[in-house]
């Protein structure tokens, strides 16, 4: 939580340490001298330098991890062109004067050592390195008895990361045994050598003996040789330790709310709490206040943010703000503590383009939840009280919230025979503030006895359960009349699932392949019940108090549920077939696979939606792949197809180029009107009586980047819908990178209402953001979140063994 471990301060006292080092080294060897020219103890060290050694060690990064630790310990080996020494006057060592120890090396054109003063001087030309930084000064002087030196006209340089500088002078002192250190007209930056860009300067730096703080007085920052910032002082790390105080600026533009500028203040209240608070100015809105609290205690670990505007100048909203919550903990290893609650001031809170880390304006609701969980061998048992604040006018929202919902899972493995025991139970309050939708109360058990057995290539899991719920419901005034006040349901449920594993070797194109064949086959029954009387998405359009229609991929199709949660249990007597086949080169890497499955049907499954037209015998065929070629090339499809009446029913298919810097990744998504109507709401539904032919969802994307040149950088999204053939959203921006610095251009345009609309809004932003590179542990100048809150980053949608 440092500034930087590699900043301009944590630089300069490094140096300063460093100091009486070099002095020490330079004159340890001599005071055994007499009048003789100094030699290498070590023959083999003496030839390895003899060719220039300093050409040997410019530049060079040594890990930090191959340094020694104990170098003032380590033989000490020098050269000269000459030495002479009077005793107790002086010594002296003239004409490339070379000291290694270590992975240490110092050198000077003249090194004196003054007696009794006990005092050395190396002058000209004076350089250090010791693998991961490099210094070069025109004098040092230090003080053997009292540990003080000097440093003059010092330049360095950092060998392992970029970081260079200067200063006019390093002062070390030593008061009653501490050291004090004091650095005169310092710079910092991580731009090449003659690359003025920018850097930090300070009059003067003083740092405390092993403070991990240093105090730094007239602070600024320059572009071009030009101060920008100024502080008259500021106190930064320079170690790993947390400190209070500012971190560092950011400045950004955009269209919406203009130029915005943050000056984050941050406070180490203890080792396991602190406070960052965040004043941000935006011309166009006003000022925004943010406080985020973390903390770290034996109950667990967690955060909370307030955000807070006395007067938002672009919506004429008051007193707007957002809280948020999130804490997870496990006490005594076997309870576990989750909790996520967040509330705004409006409705409009995030819709109107307002930064905040608390949500995004996609967000139809803020969940507000709480669970608490204890788990041992077994049981699983969870408290949970899950709401939402539904982002709308009135405040009403349609979801159900739980108030709350306690449920448990027994488990009993290694029972007789080889069998599996578990029974999960739940007993929920299902609360809802729509007038049309029911309320209830619900009891669920479902004990279950599992048999598996296995072999390296064949596999059966048999499978008998009973699913049972109790129903408590409150009608209120939604008009339903056949749902019952009081209902109990006993599903009997069986199942067994079989699979093979068979493998070979093959060859294409003259390439050694692994391909794998993998076959299963699954029987399940499950009895058909009347479920009328309860609120469900089968009998009721919308219904449901936690289930909703399951996706039927290939996985899906050897799923027992067709819907998640409790409320609708479909009735089964099917069989699904299905396979798999992978290709694995030679270092066992996939590089295709290809799924196909089928359910059919022995009791034909009634249809909701289809015009009473007859049930087909069979389910769709659902088909995935997925391919890397070379891992550039990918390809990853899924698809749904009805035989019987010739259609997709769903599908979606996304092809990727990546080469270096560049990628190409255009995207198609389809689901059919007739899949849409018949199982969830249809967003286009056909108008009868009309000629509109239109599906449900046909969407088409394209995400491109590219680099220009080795500094500049293209990246590009757009997202099509083509029913109503609008665009959905569109994003396209540049990066310009130099060695110690990068600007960013970008514009976002995105749609504000439903497509499905005649007319449909759009809104628009232009960014801008500028950042200094090199400077860890620092937030980037212009780093802005102003982008629309709605544009998909680039993700890899690929999930082969890679």
Known sequence: MSLTSHSLLATMIGLAIYGPAMAEDATSLHKDINNKHAVAEDQSTNKAIANDPLAMVRGVCIAPEDRKEDTNNLPIHIEADSAKAQNEHQAVYTGDVIVQQGTRTIAADKVTLKQPENIVTAKGNVFYHDGGIEMEAKQLQSDLDTKDSQMDDAVYRMTCQAGRGEAEQIDKRNVDGTQFYKMKDGTYTTCPE???????????????????????????????????????????????????????????????????????????????????????????????????????????????????????????????????????????????????????????????????????????????????????????????????????????????????????????????????????????????????????????????????????????????????????????????????DNVDRVVPEFRVNSSLYFERDTSILGSHYTQSLEPQIQYLYIKDVDQKGIYNPFDYVGGGYDSTRLQQDYYGLFSDRTYSGNDYIAPANQFTIGASTRYFDEDFKERFSLSVGQIFYIDKPVNKGTDNKEAKSYSATAVETEFNLDDNLFLKSSMQYDSSENEIQQGSTTVEYRNGGVFIQPSYRYVSSDYLTKYVNNPNPIIPGTKDKRDGISQLGLSVGFPVSDSIDVKADYFQDMNVNKMLESKVGFTYRSACWMIGLSYNRYAKDPLSQDFTEYDSNVSFSFSLLGLQGMRPFGKSSDDGGNILSYGDPFTLNN
């Open 194 to 484: 003659g690359d003025k860009s920018w850097r930090f300067a300070a009059g003067s730096l003083e740092r405390d003996g092993e403070s991990p703080f240093a105090d730094l007085y007239n602070a600024r920052f320059e572009v071009l040789d030009v101060p920008v910032f100024y502080l008259p002082w500021l106190r930064v790390p320079v170690t790993d330790e947390r400190m209070t105080g500012f971190l560092y600026p950011t400045l950004t533009y955009g269209s919406r709310n203009g130029m915005e500028y943050e000056a984050p203040f941050y406070w180490n209240i203890a080792p396991n709490y602190d406070l960052t608070l965040t004043p941000k100015y935006m011309n166009h809105r006003g000022l925004q206040t943010t406080a985020k609290f973390r903390y770290l205690t034996d109950l667990g670990e967690g955060h909370l943010i307030g955000e807070y505007m006395g007067r938002d100048k672009k919506t004429d909203y008051d007193k707007r703000w957002g809280f948020q919550w999130k804490h997870s903990g496990i006490i005594d290893e076997n309870w576990l503590v989750d909790i996520d609650y967040s509330k705004v001031s409006d409705y409009k809170y995030f819709d109107s383009g307002l930064d905040s880390s608390i949500g995004e304006r996609e967000d139809n609701n803020l969940l507000q939840t709480a669970e608490v969980s204890y788990r041992n061998t077994n049981w699983d048992t969870m408290l949970m009280v899950r709401d939402f604040q539904p982002l709308t006018v009135d405040g009403q929202g349609t979801q159900y919230r739980l108030m709350p919902q306690l449920s448990s899972t027994y488990y009993r493995n290694n029972l007789g025979y080889g069998l599996d025991f578990k029974m999960p139970m739940s007993i929920s309050k299902f609360d809802n503030d729509a007038k049309n939708k029911p309320t209830a109360d619900r009891i669920t058990l479902e004990p279950t006895l599992t048999l598996p057995y296995a072999t390296p290539w064949w596999s059966v899991t048999t499978q008998a359960k009973v699913n049972y719920a109790h129903y408590n419901q409150d009608k209120k005034e939604s008009g339903l009349t056949d749902l019952k």
